[in-house]
């Protein structure tokens, strides 16, 4: 049978029966792994160093952390030509990631666990240490970076608030000793340009800085065939800076700031029956969707003779702007609107939040001889929330950015008007342990409790507010509060019986937080016959029971891992067009069974070869609508399917050579709990191929969805979709200094 033609029932007894073996494999493997760490010394001579991780909160090699990682290391990040977070996705197996129209939108779905509009991340997302406190501010141009993690399975208890389905630890380079650093500039076939890079170097005695930044500019790449024009035109500028003063042998002051500036277009959506089904854009408004981030963080460590005492402060605030056409997304005269009421409607949607996070850990010290650790901590967030949607009349004059009132604009008269003001406070105590019986046993726990106090404030005019009969009408500032709440208990159990062999197994909860779609969304919801979503959408939690073990056979290196998990209250998407809004609704309970093989190895001198297959089937098991239970769980594809190739070694005695090709297929994809449609398995190739001269200077050629093969994103109810970026290629210089 082939992948494309695996079926549930078939992936379900290969989930069982991985679950059922693993240990049996991983005990069998043990003997000629222990043999082998006996090998002459030079037989091994030619295998490079590990990469060290940071899974557990403390540094060891990947063949030594039982937990399913992915990571890639600086070298690895430059060789495939890693530049956002879609591209060191699209090498994980079991992860994905949502294109979607907005901006700040694009969702991470690792392990069934998904995320949507408006609801909180599927992961925790730690930068320099400092966690990210919006989904919107993942979606960014990637530079200067040091190394990068994903972790698999829920990680609250180790990595804090949303980590549900895992961590995404983000390392960028850190201030040198001596001035250094790196530039590249590019073209690609948009036509778009791009430059990135950073400086770093001593300003003190033990004071250091670094900077780095990127800007790229591209005219786009789908068109609007009704403007005659690209729908997706990008100007995406970034800046970061990183001040590390060492104050004392002890005390350390790590500053941060950065600053994103997104300008681009949005709602080119089409409205089909199937999303297999390509349409062209062909929108008369191009829209804006423009978004600006701004972060300071300080993390200030203090190292005692027993412990280590971490303080991270940081500040964001977001805010993003976006107009474009309404449903259903086609000029005036040919939009259904127009057909049958003599008009057609245009929307924009605006969003402003600002945030302060402080984290408190106290922590064993790393590298002591004692077979205990331990790290008992504290965090809070207060964050300011609000946000407005709404439908204007479209007259072919354009859309009116609409932000904290309706539009008076007589060319572009409002018709529709939410608005919502959030003021959340959460706060959460975390304690980790973690003891060595001895070299080859060990067990690792922790513990997090998270409280969240939600409360929303209508600020819509009550002559926008929908009435629906039957149903109470919301009031104009009414105020709704509601307080969310769980524990997450993690515990992983260590056996290595050689050096060269880690086999793990345990359990874990993770846990977000509910939250409010906009006021009166409810009612308009019952009116449209939709069930599942209301003005206020539940907490999820995922207990998750899982097995693994990771080996190194010489020149090759195996991982794998089983899992099964209980979903509570996971999130499915409705978007209402009678007010332009997204809205939030649960499954109440769902089922997710999967497992990841990965496999690497080194065929010949600098050649290295992978592959790695991930499997999630998902079942509903209760839903406010019997028909869908037995159904898939919406936004999850059945399976990823790696398969890489790469020479990066000299090839002459001053210059060396890249050749690199990465082919990934993603499953079957459902949408929405009612599975209306299915998106068909997808295939994507990326290459690139280049020089690197003996004085720092690096040419190389890439492409992206190498066959320009044409495919659908996102679909959503109702039938929109968003279209995947074609084919995207180039070539760019770098220098290192």
Do not use: C
Not at 63 to 89: C, L, M, S, W, Y
Request: hydrophobic share 40%.
């Amino acid at each position: 049978m082939t992948t494309s033609g695996i079926s549930r029932g078939t992936l379900t007894i290969m989930g069982r029966a991985l679950l059922g073996t693993t240990a049996l494999a991983s005990a069998a493997l043990a003997a000629p792994l222990a043999a082998q760490d006996a090998a002459p010394a030079e037989a091994q001579a030619t295998e490079e160093p590990g990469i060290v991780v940071t899974a557990l909160r403390r540094s060891e090699s990947l063949q030594d952390t039982p937990a399913a990682v992915t990571a890639f290391d600086t070298k690895a990040i430059e060789n495939a030509g890693i530049q956002r977070p879609a591209d060191f996705i699209a090498l994980t197996p079991n992860v994905n990631l949502v294109q979607t129209q907005n901006a700040g939108n694009s969702f991470v779905i690792i392990r069934g666990i998904t995320q949507n509009r408006n609801s909180e991340p599927s992961v925790a997302v730690i930068v320099d240490g400092v966690q990210q406190v919006n989904p919107a501010q993942f979606n960014q141009d990637l530079f200067d970076i040091a190394q990068i993690e994903v972790l698999k399975g829920p990680q609250g208890g180790l990595y804090g608030r949303n980590a549900i389905g895992g961590a995404i630890i983000i390392t960028t380079k850190a201030p040198t000793d001596e001035f250094a650093g790196n530039v590249t500039a590019g073209v690609d076939n948009g036509f778009g340009y791009f430059v990135r890079g950073g400086i770093s170097g001593p300003i003190a005695e033990n004071v250091k800085f670094r900077v780095a930044g990127s800007w790229y500019d591209t005219d786009g790449f789908i068109p609007n065939t009704f403007l005659g024009r690209d729908a997706d035109p990008v100007q995406d500028f970034s800046l970061r800076g990183n001040l590390v003063v060492e104050a004392t042998d002890r005390l350390t002051l790590d500053l941060r700031g950065s600053v994103n500036q997104l300008r681009t277009q949005g709602f080119y959506y089409n409205i089909v029956g199937d999303v297999n089904t390509i349409a062209p854009v062909r929108v008369n408004n191009a829209g804006i969707n423009n978004r600006d981030i701004y972060n300071v963080a300080l993390k200030v460590e203090y190292k005692g003779d027993n412990a280590v005492l971490t303080s991270v402060s940081s500040y964001d605030t977001l805010s993003e702007i976006v107009t474009g056409d309404a449903f259903n997304f086609l000029p005036i005269r040919e939009s259904l609107l127009f057909q049958f009421f003599g008009f057609d409607i245009n929307q924009s949607q605006y969003l402003n939040v600002k945030a302060f996070s402080q984290e408190v850990r106290l922590a064993s010290p790393e590298g002591s001889d004692s077979k205990f650790n331990w790290m008992v901590g504290g965090y809070l967030i207060d964050t300011t929330r609000y946000i407005s949607t709404g439908n204007l009349i479209d007259t072919g004059n354009g859309v009116t950015p609409v932000f904290r009132t309706p539009s008076t604009n007589p060319l572009n008269p409002q018709l529709t008007f939410l608005a919502d003001g959030q003021n959340n406070f959460a706060w959460a105590m975390f304690a980790n342990a973690g003891y060595e019986f001895s070299d080859q046993l060990r067990i690792d726990g922790s513990l997090r409790y998270d409280r969240d106090k939600r409360q929303q404030t209508t600020l819509t005019p009550q002559a926008f507010l929908p009435v629906v009969p039957g149903v109470p009408t919301a009031q104009s500032g009414e105020v709704r509060k509601v307080t969310f709440d769980d524990w997450q208990p993690k515990v992983t159990l260590t056996w290595e019986p050689s050096t060269d062999l880690t086999i793990y197994g345990g359990y874990s909860r993770g846990f977000r937080s509910g939250g409010f779609n906009q006021t009166g969304v409810g009612a308009e919801a019952r009116r449209n016959n939709i069930v599942g979503v209301g003005d206020i959408f539940g907490a999820e939690t995922a207990d998750t029971f899982e097995v693994g073990a990771k080996a190194q056979l010489g020149a090759v290196r195996l991982a794998g891992a089983a899992y099964t998990t209980l979903s509570r209250n996971s999130y499915f998407f409705v978007f209402l067009a009678d007010s332009s809004t997204q809205n939030l609704g649960n499954v109440p309970k769902t089922r997710i069974n999967g497992f990841e093989l990965e496999a690497t190895a080194r065929v010949a001198p600098h050649f290295d070869i992978n592959a790695a297959i991930g499997v999630t089937d998902s079942e509903i098991k209760a839903f406010a609508d019997p028909s869908v239970i037995g159904n898939e769980a919406p936004q999850i594809s059945r399976y990823t399917l790696n398969l890489g190739a790469q020479y990066a070694g000299p090839i002459s005695d001053n210059l060396d050579g890249l050749l690199r090709i990465d082919y990934r297929r993603i499953g079957k994809t459902w949408w929405e709990p009612f599975n209306t449609t299915v998106r068909q398995p997808v295939d994507l190739i990326d290459a690139r191929a280049g020089v690197t001269l003996a004085n720092g200077v690096s040419i190389t050629a890439f492409a992206q969805n190498l066959f320009d093969e044409t495919y659908n994103a996102e679909f959503s109810p109702g039938g929109f979709v968003f279209r995947a970026k074609p084919r995207r290629y180039g070539f760019e210089v770098g220098y290192k200094f």
